[in-house]
């Protein structure tokens, strides 16, 4: 019995010291579990991996006995209430508050700079979002976890997709109309750099990562002379960016927009985004208050509403059947005459013609959706998805934008486009869907050049025709659009827009092989006759005739850098072109507000004028214009070149008598081809038709 019990005894002493043996095992391993997870802890929640935004992310209880971690919060919508003035630029990364040896990471090619391993903290940088000086844009969010070691940012999906079209992000290229939601894994790609995204257990994940940092394009003497001269490149109206991003001009409203009579003064007329009148920071010596407004020119109808405006087709066309005895005339007078100039002839407007013979318009329209092959049958007949009718608002296929040689839009008011569900959700996600009355809707019908009523639509701006009410707009909306220190982000659509105001001066650009100036007559005008100039026409600590001379030099260079050079511009490139073309609007609007330019709107109104000018400029007479005057009267201008043959030109909207000196003209030739490098210098954004399709939460590590 005693030997059993003793067995016994040993056995359960065996077992018990096997249990303590397991158990000791299990919490070791759980221990050192655990120590790896701090670790990770800690490594996600260090400086290295948060930057600068780590105190405002990384809590600690009293006795520092709990860690809370918490990430900022951004809203669009609340950022275009705050008014939301910035800067975009390419991350370059934080400085090492207890430097070591090896913290300096290589590929932010700035000495001492490490970029975050949360690519949040790298993305926020870009957009001009910092800790301290942008508390007020906006509010810390509680986070539970670390997403893959990274304290994560959780993000609204269309806010993302909003911000990422105002910096000029693009989707892939194979995108089909058939996909109503968002493919995953995707990436995007834009100046600053890609965001892919990819699903995950934890929903969608997104990361950045940012682009190489570029060397300047431009000359460095072209850089050193702008950052010594007392104008600044301008800021960033992120309102203006969100509707350009959806096709829409914004314009500031008559007679209170952004004045260019001093940066100080500017700041305070950067607007509100719905069109209301609010109470501004007032400038010194300015009145107390000012009523500042906005509103949006938005010429985005889509071919669905062309279609429902088809029976009014005579009251837009201007094309009458003739008699046959007439049209017997007509064609022996015009013996060389086209076939659509005789189906005109035969049987007058488009909508009177038989059905073999009418050509669908719609088809050299912006919004087309459909295939090659589906063109030649017409519009597709599949029912079209929210994807889909997005798509047709930022432009469609941007092989379909260009006119061909004999149609031209018109461009009619559609009064409440901005209501209905597409267009009104685009606006209203980004929080810019303004009253009613701050809205100019239109609509643009595209159809035979021959087909234009002239008494209707007697203006055009490239190959878009319109009548006097719109063109007052456009002269406003054209006027307002201005280079602002980072590159141009619209949708297919709205440069489909902007490329017609410019066409002429593209087609000029194009023509010129090297230069725009010859640089010989260009120095000897300069440095022959520089000195002294007297009180007004003395600004900003530089001389007039001299930021005439580098905006020339910056011309030439653009000019060079288009047709030699295969090379993406820097950021202070863009910067540069910025502080440029704000000196010499500065200089065509003096005292006036920079959308009252009418001297720079005459270079964009009058074709003729701006060949006249520019056959001048290329034959080396930039003196003989400095030194000539151009004045306007009744609608006319009277081009009057030192030594030269004057020259009248129609310019509309060019409002009373006015004298305009040589330096002028020439500052307003300068703005118009600073503008329009700006623009070829884009990054055409497409995300936006994610609008709805993305995901309604995006979790950014």
């Known amino acids: 019995m005693g030997a059993l019990s003793d067995w016994i005894s040993a056995v359960c002493s065996a077992v018990a010291a096997i249990v303590a ?23 996600g929640i260090s400086w290295k991996s948060l930057g600068p935004w780590k105190e405002n992310v990384v809590k600690h209880s009293l006795f520092r006995m709990q860690t809370k971690i918490y990430t900022p919060k951004l809203s669009l919508a609340f950022l275009v209430t705050k008014q939301w003035d910035t800067e975009f630029q390419l991350p370059i990364g934080f400085a090492d508050p207890t430097p070591k040896k090896s913290t300096t990471d290589p590929e932010s090619g700035e000495l001492g700079k490490t970029l975050a391993e949360a690519s949040w903290v790298n993305f926020l940088e870009g957009i001009g979002i910092e800790p301290t000086k942008s508390s007020d844009l906006y509010e810390m969010q509680y986070q539970t976890d670390l997403v893959n070691g990274i304290v994560p940012m959780r993000w609204k999906g269309s806010d993302l997709v909003g911000i990422c079209s ?46 190489a940092l570029f060397e300047n394009q431009l000359p460095e003497t072209i850089h050193d002379y702008y950052r010594t001269l007392d104008v600044s490149y301008r800021k960033i109206r992120v309102v203006s960016r969100l509707w350009n991003s959806i096709g829409g001009f914004v314009m500031p409203q008559e007679g209170v927009p952004c004045p260019a009579a001093s940066p100080e003064r500017r700041k305070t007329f950067l607007g509100h985004f719905d069109g209301t009148q609010v109470q501004s920071p007032r400038p010194p010596g300015s009145p107390a208050k000012y009523d500042i407004k906005y509103e949006v020119l938005y010429l985005g109808g889509t071919d669905d509403w062309v279609q429902k405006v088809q029976s009014q087709a005579n009251a837009i066309l201007s094309p009458e059947k003739l008699p046959t005895e007439d049209l017997c005339k007509k064609l022996i007078e015009n013996p060389d005459a086209t076939d659509e100039q005789i189906t005109a002839m035969m049987f007058g407007a488009h909508s009177d013609r038989p059905e073999n013979l009418q050509r669908d318009a719609l088809e050299k329209g912006r919004y087309l959706l459909a295939d090659d092959d589906e063109r030649g049958r017409g519009l597709p007949t599949r029912i079209k998805s929210d994807f889909d009718r997005i798509r047709e608002v930022l432009g469609g296929n941007p092989k379909y934008n260009n006119l061909d040689g004999r149609s031209v839009g018109v461009i009619n008011p559609c009064p409440g486009l901005l209501t209905i569900v597409v267009h009104g959700e685009l606006a209203e996600s980004r929080g810019v869907l303004f009253k009613r009355d701050a809205r100019h809707e239109f609509c643009t019908w595209y159809i035979d050049k021959e087909e234009v009523n002239e008494q209707t639509h007697p203006y055009n701006l490239g190959r878009y025709y319109m009548n006097e009410t719109l063109l007052k707009l456009v002269k406003h909306a054209a006027l307002s659009l201005l280079p602002d220190g980072f590159y141009f982000s619209p949708s297919h659509g709205f440069l489909a827009d902007v490329r017609q105001m410019w066409c002429h001066i593209e087609e000029y650009c194009n023509e010129q092989l090297d230069v725009m100036f010859p640089v010989k007559e260009l120095d000897d005008w300069y440095k022959n006759e520089l000195p002294e ?50 000196s010499l609007r500065r200089m065509v609007s003096g005292d006036k507000f920079e959308y009252e330019a009418d001297l720079t709107w005459a270079m964009l109104a009058s074709p003729n004028l701006f060949k006249h000018l520019s056959k001048l400029f290329s034959d080396g007479k930039i003196k003989s214009v400095v030194e000539g005057t151009i004045s306007s009267k009744d609608g006319k201008l009277d081009c009057a070149p030192a030594g030269e043959v004057s020259a009248i030109f129609a310019v509309p909207l060019v409002l009373g008598e006015q004298i305009f000196d040589g330096e002028k003209v020439l500052a307003a030739f300068l703005d ?26 995006v979790t950014m590590c």
């Open 166 to 211: 105002i910096l000029g992000f693009q989707a892939p290229a194979d995108i089909t109309p058939e996909k109503s939601s968002m493919p995953l894994p995707t990436q995007w790609n834009g100046p600053l750099g890609w965001i892919q995204f990819r699903g995950s257990a934890d929903g969608c994940i997104a990361e950045f990562r940012r682009r």
């Open 21 to 43: 043996l397991l158990t000791l095992v299990t919490v070791y391993l759980a221990a050192q579990q655990i120590l790896s997870r701090l670790q990770v802890y800690r490594l």
């Open 672 to 697: 118009v081809l600073l503008t329009w490098y700006w623009v070829e210098k884009r990054w055409t954004s497409d995300v936006a038709m994610y609008d709805t399709a993305i995901p309604q939460s």
């Open 533 to 582: 100039e007297t009180g007004s026409t003395k600004e900003m600590g530089s001389t007039t005739k001299s930021q005439l001379y580098h905006a020339v030099k910056l011309c030439n260079e653009s000019q060079r850098m288009k047709t030699t050079a295969r090379s993406m511009s820097s950021v202070e490139d863009m910067k540069l072109i910025s502080k440029a073309s704000n």
